[in-house]
């Protein structure tokens, strides 16, 4: 399969794997690549609502680019096996349908469940937002506070170990787990200095990366009813902010990160800073 996938996880709601599942993906449509998107949190469906709410704004105007969306509920097998095997067949199939895409961005809810797992199975990366805070942290791997060491890995750290191994098995593929700060507060505080060491610390032996995160910033959160995200806000509405144009450098250090280099300064003219 030629396709990449990305798998936006974290067994946590609200620390913004839907709001940043959108904007990869629509980075990734303005640099000129076939992306599909996959809302495998489609119960709850912020990303498919999202992608409505643009769906309508490119009504109005079609400069607007869209990603192919598909929502793809859990089985509603009783059987717990049952589940598993018909998640592991829509999912399968849904990829191979989707093959030809340069990328699917995958949205995944806060909670475990088998759809999600099966989805971080087939991740080239997975990408794991959190809040800057010790209680986020806590999900990703249990701290000793004394000694800022690892006590063990959390729930989700096992669970992604597990689903490296399942890709190691079916294909010898290999995940690449990228952990970064999402909501970060403007105030430099000891609790970030602290937070960020101990991330650092510790992601050698979670087997994650530590990317560069996104601070706290209200557009993020305007924008969702209009489908847009920061980059067609360049495009479409031309109006720019000191805040905005920092927000677009996080997302460019982004793309950096997931090896999509110069995605953002290839962008449409005049759209890059
Ligand atoms: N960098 C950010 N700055 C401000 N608000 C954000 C940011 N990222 C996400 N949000 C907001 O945080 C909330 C949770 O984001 P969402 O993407 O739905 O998280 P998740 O999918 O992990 O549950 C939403 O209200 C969203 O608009
Ligand atoms: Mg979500």
New binding site residues.
């Given amino acids: 399969m030629s396709a990449k996938v990305i798998v936006l996880g974290?067994q946590k709601?609200?620390?913004?794997?839907?709001?940043?599942a959108m904007h990869l993906a629509v980075s990734l449509v303005w640099k000129g690549y076939t992306v599909a998107t996959v809302d495998v949190d489609a119960r709850q469906g912020?990303f498919s609502r999202y992608i409505e709410n643009r769906e309508k704004t490119k009504q109005l105007d079609n400069r607007v680019l869209m990603p192919f969306h598909t929502p793809l509920l859990e089985s509603g097998a009783a059987s717990k096996v049952e589940a598993n095997m018909e998640n592991s067949e829509a999912f399968t199939k849904l990829l191979h349908s989707l093959s030809g895409y340069d990328y699917i961005v995958v949205?995944t809810p806060?909670s475990d469940c088998s759809l999600s797992r099966i989805a971080h199975s087939f991740a080239d990366v997975v990408i794991t937002?959190v809040n800057e805070s010790f209680v986020d942290l806590d999900l990703l791997v249990h701290v000793d506070g004394s000694s800022a060491t690892m006590l063990k890995p959390s729930i989700y750290a096992e669970m992604v170990w597990n689903q490296k191994k399942e890709r190691a098995v079916r294909d010898k593929g290999q995940i690449d787990w990228i952990v970064l700060v999402?909501?970060m507060p403007n105030v430099i505080s000891r609790n970030r200095q602290e937070f960020e060491k101990i991330l650092l610390a510790l992601s050698k032996r979670i087997g994650y990366r530590v990317a560069t995160g996104?601070?706290?910033?209200?557009i993020?959160?305007e924008l969702?009813l209009s489908g847009l995200t920061l980059l067609d806000r360049d495009v479409i509405s031309a109006q720019t902010s000191l805040s905005h144009i920092a927000a677009r450098q996080e997302l460019k250090d982004l793309l950096r990160a997931l090896n999509i280099a110069d995605a953002y300064s290839s962008l449409a003219s005049g759209v890059s800073s």
């Fill in positions: 974290n709601g609200g620390t913004g794997k839907s709001t940043l912020t949205d806060g937002p999402n909501r996104f601070k706290e910033r209200v993020f959160r969702f």
